[in-house]
């Protein structure tokens, strides 16, 4: 009986916002420190991310699109649409914000439908459905792949997107994540290389590359051309 990992389709968003609302004092991204029980990652700062579900495939969710959707299929590929959604819905779960989407529903329900999302009690379309979301998957900018080497406990084919951090607060859903840091990114490089906090390697080569740029809107232009030399 092989002992292989199978390697799971996943998706993952650099949350990036200016530190200060002139864009001087430069970038800081959102870190989320996963829970010490994890098997994968325990205690490591990530970004707001996880493995795709099949609901988030579902053609209604495809239906309330508003742009963006044709570019996401052109750059994921076959998982291109579902992998926009489950990043949309990982940063929902694991830090409460919606971003890539607006909210025409009932707002009041948020709280709520996060932590049924979270105990799995009910599927992104339901959330979708319930707030009424329109997405603009437009607004992720999809930049690189990363995928699990062999020989870890699990493994993930994850697609990294890059958005501007909606309004809102980021908290921590105290399961999934147990603390929430707006890192300037050259501080978690060095907070790492002390051995003060754990970054997993395309976390830490993410925040080496944003340490070039100072502000949000520098930040997405260079990912996704860097992204595009890459691809050509």
């Not at 508003?66 to 990043?87: D, K, N, P, R």
Request: hydrophobic letters at 45%; aromatic letters at 6%.
């Amino acid at each position: 009986m092989s002992g292989a990992v199978a390697v799971r389709d996943a998706a993952t968003t650099v949350l990036l916002r200016d530190a200060d609302p002139g864009g001087t004092d430069g970038l800081e991204v959102l870190l989320l420190r996963r829970h010490g029980s994890h098997v994968f990652g325990a205690n490591a700062y990530v970004f707001p991310g996880g493995a795709i579900d099949a609901a988030d495939s579902d053609p209604a969710l495809a239906a309330r699109c508003i742009s963006g959707a044709e570019q996401a299929t052109t750059e994921g590929g076959a998982v291109g649409l579902a992998a926009a959604m489950a990043a949309i819905r990982e940063c929902f779960e694991e830090a409460g914000l919606l971003v890539g989407c607006a909210a025409r529903g009932n707002e009041g329900q948020r709280d709520a439908l996060r932590a049924a999302l979270n105990d799995q009690s009910r599927v992104w379309r339901d959330v979708a459905d319930v707030l009424d979301l329109r997405f603009t998957l437009d607004d992720l900018r999809y930049f690189a792949h990363w995928t699990t080497p062999a020989g870890a406990p699990k493994r993930y084919s994850t697609r990294f997107f890059a958005a501007a951090a909606p309004d809102g607060e980021a908290r921590c859903d105290g399961h999934e994540t147990t603390h929430v840091w707006w890192a300037p990114p050259a501080e978690a490089v060095a907070a790492h290389d002390r051995g003060e906090i754990t970054l997993m390697t395309p976390t830490r080569a993410t925040l080496e590359t944003l340490r070039a740029y100072g502000n949000t809107a520098d930040a997405l232009a260079g990912l996704v051309e860097t992204a595009a030399v890459l691809r050509a």
